[in-house]
């Protein structure tokens, strides 16, 4: 009797769409029947959705600052020492590279920069560190930008400097027109720019002279030389002939100096420990939580997958059903997640701290999340293949 009930939905089976169709609209009724375990398992599927994007987009936030100036630099390639790992103070090179570079073919412009720390004196006494930057007039290669008061062209009156603004209280309530003492130097505050606060002090720049002059570079030297190419150039031919004449010098490209700069940071900083283990920490907790729900709601609901499995159910119909309850999961879980992230970037964000979220992170995080949904139903699935129809008539 048990053998030809169990036999006899085999002699013809359904069409494999009607059966999909079926094991889906059983698995979204299985869930929403318990609301309250499915509300459970929603929550750590969005625990892990913010969690992650909350460390990873401050990951590359914290990215984004430190080659924030070399993205907005302007500059195709750059000149520098051959010992330069990133982009910090470094020992000035011959400023004969200038003059190499701008009789090479190729090159539509070249500009000198000087980039090392300097100490600002604050009126109630005692120093702050800042980040000196020299750009030349008129063109600023180096910046500054996303200048919101004043403007850079005031670098180009005497002893004027631009500060950054999330840094005017601690540099002593620095406002347009305010006298400061930089390097043993009185200068005015000419502008103000918004978010260019790197991993340390913040950026503030002066014109090319006045910064040789407070920083006591010589004249026959420089940090680093910016280029420009004409529309066309081939940047790669560019290099080998700046460096074919001054075997010395280290010619880098825009992309070539960000990943210098991203290298360095990983390597040399905790930063891609500290958050990379917050993300796989958020991940391992939904991938928990999820997997504890779905063999939960399995053993609750027993009885039922065995009537499936009476009526002819086989145990991939039964995998269907708990797969579609793991995606539909994942769906809404990072549905809700991602919403949630983008409104707290949205609330946190300042010129110290902006939360990064591509939109490749996020189309990430939904496949991710699915993909980690359904591994975790690996284990209701596991239990299923246990389930008999007889024990409904038990």
């Not at 398992?41 to 987009?57: D, E, K, M, P, R």
């Not at 200038?98 to 100490?119: H, I, M």
């Not at 004027?160 to 005015?188: A, C, P, W, Y």
């Not at 999340?369 to 389930?387: D, F, N, P």
């Amino acid at each position: 009797m048990s053998d030809l009930a169990f036999t006899a939905p085999k002699k013809a089976f359904a069409p494999a769409a009607i059966r999909w169709r079926t094991m889906i609209t059983i698995a979204w009724r299985m869930m929403f029947h318990n609301k309250l375990k499915m509300l459970g398992t929603l929550i750590g599927v969005v625990f892990a959705v913010v969690l992650s994007n909350q460390q990873a987009g401050t990951f590359m936030g914290l990215i984004k600052k430190n080659t924030m100036f070399v993205d907005y630099s302007g500059a195709d390639l750059w000149i520098v020492s051959p010992s330069t790992l990133t982009l910090q103070a470094t020992k000035p090179m011959g400023i004969s590279a200038l003059y190499t570079a701008r009789a090479t073919r190729g090159v539509a412009w070249a500009e000198p920069l000087l980039y090392a720390g300097a100490a600002i004196q604050l009126p109630a006494g005692g120093t702050e560190p800042i980040q000196f930057v020299g750009t030349s007039a008129p063109r600023f290669a180096g910046g500054p930008w996303n200048v919101v008061a004043g403007s850079r062209e005031s670098l180009m009156r005497p002893n004027t400097m631009i500060f950054e603004d999330s840094e005017r209280e601690r540099l002593g309530g620095l406002n347009l027109g305010s006298v400061r003492e930089v390097n043993g130097t009185k200068v005015q505050v000419g502008g103000i720019t918004w978010g260019l606060l790197p991993f340390g002090p913040s950026f503030a720049f002066a014109e090319y002279e006045l910064a040789r002059r407070m920083l006591r570079v010589d004249q026959d030297q420089t940090h680093f030389v910016l280029l420009g190419l004409e529309p066309g150039a081939d940047p790669e031919a560019v290099k080998k002939a700046i460096m074919s004449r001054a075997p010395e010098l280290k010619v880098v490209g825009r992309e070539e100096f960000r990943g210098m700069i991203i290298s360095f940071l990983l390597r040399r900083s905790p930063i891609g420990i500290t958050f990379g283990t917050s993300t796989v920490f958020a991940l391992i907790v939904g991938f928990v939580i999820v997997s504890l729900s779905m063999f939960s709601a399995v053993v609750d609901n027993i009885r039922e997958f065995g009537t499936l499995k009476a009526i002819g159910a086989t145990n991939g119909d039964l995998a269907k059903i708990v797969v579609t309850q793991s995606i539909t999961f994942a769906l809404m879980g990072s549905l809700l997640g991602l919403a949630a992230i983008t409104r707290i970037a949205a609330a946190i964000r300042s010129p110290k701290l902006a939360v990064q979220l591509p939109p490749q992170m996020l189309l990430g995080t939904t496949v991710v999340m699915i993909l980690m949904c359904v591994a975790a139903s690996s284990l209701a699935i596991l239990r299923l293949r246990k389930v008999e129809p007889g024990m409904v008539f038990r």
